[in-house]
């Protein structure tokens, strides 16, 4: 596919081409907030000549300021193809650090082609909850668009007010990220809505176990799956009835994509949807080496073991974050809750719990409910945190959390 072909599709029926551009190729920013001003916006730079910066509206000055150190770079500097690596998509991961994962009109048909052959559909019709400027979110749209299927943008506050879309026949795909999920399962009318849909992705953080035996209670078509801004969103995935039938895993690998493990088990992904390169630097790889730590069984699910840069070191033992995060939103007690580690004179790292301001945490109450979690790995504290770093995503920084807790005099 030419990326005018994409930037044709991208087009609304009925709708003449229209196209963004700038002197000599430079950088093309879309930063929409709204998903109906987003969209032509973005089908405009996407014709143009340049490369298109994908951009968070509520980016802080530390994450804009990284954001024009990019789009700044003089395109004279190297030579820029406009027809690889065009796209550039934020991502920070759990480090903070943004950086631009290089995309093009062909990662994307991979991703695309790969996600439908992997569900056993012609055609995706989408619910959009999650912001375009998000891979999870922009793919959710491709994907339609690329299978002529029907994208509805949706705001996630009218959902929770009672206001849902109506679903006409057809296959229908949702995201959501675990917190959206919790929130839905507890309207009965929601769970209703839910039921509706083919498929149901939830990613963008880790499902503790009590709430996917709730959603599977619900009898909703859930997919656990793994996927990177790097690797144009899912990679593996879970179809519903496995799930259903008790798989917890991140599912098996989509068409378009090898999943592997290194020598230290580090997941490791090949294809044709994995990205160029960091912007402004261009790869010939198709191979991604992550940050993720994982372990593939028998069947070839990919089972995730958490993120590698974010193990904490207490007393000498490891604590991965995911294990105890999930016992601690086991308890009830939590309305989110993330662990860190921060340095300790006795331990080297102490583990910490932070939650969002404005909760009452009785520690001892938390402990009499982790009582099954090894002692080493139960949090020394208790933080909350007025300015919880969580975005729409589900995603957490949790450099911003180390950050935020160590000028933080909030402990329980």
Known sequence: MERAELARRLQPAGVRQRSVDAPEGKPILVSEPDPVRFMPAFAAAAAGRGPVFLADPAWSTAERAALYEATQFQISNFKFSPECGWLCIPTGGSSGRIRFARHDQDTVAAAVDGFARHFGVSRVNAVGLLPLHHVSGLMAWMRCVLTDGEYRPWSWDALLAGKRPALEPGDWFLSLV???????????????????????????????????????????????????????????????????????????????????????????????????????????????????????????????????????????????PEEVEAALQATGLFADVAVVGVPDPEWGEAVVACHPGGMAIDPAAVAGRIAGLAGFKRPKRYVALADWPRNAQGKLNRAALRAAVLTSPSAG
């Open 178 to 320: 675990p917190t959206q999920l919790q929130r839905l399962l507890g309207s009965p009318a929601a769970v209703e809505w839910l039921r509706r849909f083919r498929v149901i992705s939830v990613g963008g953080g880790p499902v503790w176990a009590e709430l996917a035996d709730a959603a599977a209670q619900a009898r909703l078509p859930i997919s656990l799956g793994y996927g990177l801004t790097e690797t144009m969103a899912m990679v593996a995935a879970q179809r519903p009835e496995e799930f259903a039938g008790g798989d917890r895993s991140a599912g098996r690998p989509m068409p378009h994509a090898r999943i592997s493990l290194d020598a230290e088990g580090a997941v490791t992904v090949t294809g044709e949807s994995v990205f160029r390169g960091y912007w402004p630097a261009e790869s010939g790889s198709r191979t991604l080496v992550t940050s993720d730590a994982g372990r593939l069984d028998d069947s070839g699910r990919l089972w995730l073991l958490g993120r590698r840069d974010a193990v904490i070191i207490t007393g000498g033992k490891k604590v991965q």
